[in-house]
């Protein structure tokens, strides 16, 4: 079993920054691809940023180049660095192990003045 803790979220101006942080434990793989995922009120969840276990990352259009996301595999936690955010970014943020599907419970992040 697999637990999964974020944290980080919060308010934000626009053109601020926010930096997320996601703890996994339990029956965890350090070769497990690791993401962050997004929904907001009406729209479906997207996929924001994935990391490979050897630090390959992708990103949605409308973040890359703000957001950066990394990972630490020795104790199986994971970043995202998001700067000059967008209302439009406004969210709950989830962690995601797509490998074993398995979910955070989420963090709000609004951005709004």
């Known amino acids: 079993q697999v637990q999964i803790v974020e944290s980080g979220g919060g308010l934000a101006q626009p053109g601020g920054s926010l930096k997320l942080t996601c703890v996994a434990s339990g029956n965890v793989y350090s070769g497990y691809a690791m993401g962050w995922y997004r929904q907001s009120p009406g729209k479906q969840r997207e996929m924001v940023a994935l990391?490979?276990?050897?630090?390959?990352?992708n990103y949605v259009d409308s973040v890359r180049g703000r957001f950066t996301i990394a990972r630490v595999n020795a104790n199986h936690t994971l970043y995202l660095q998001m700067n000059n955010l967008k209302p439009e970014d406004t969210a709950v943020y989830y962690c995601?192990?797509?490998?074993?599907?398995?979910w955070g419970q989420g963090t709000q992040v609004t951005v709004s003045s």
């Open positions: 990391i490979s276990s050897r630090g390959d990352a």
């Open positions: 995601h192990l797509p490998g074993i599907n398995s």
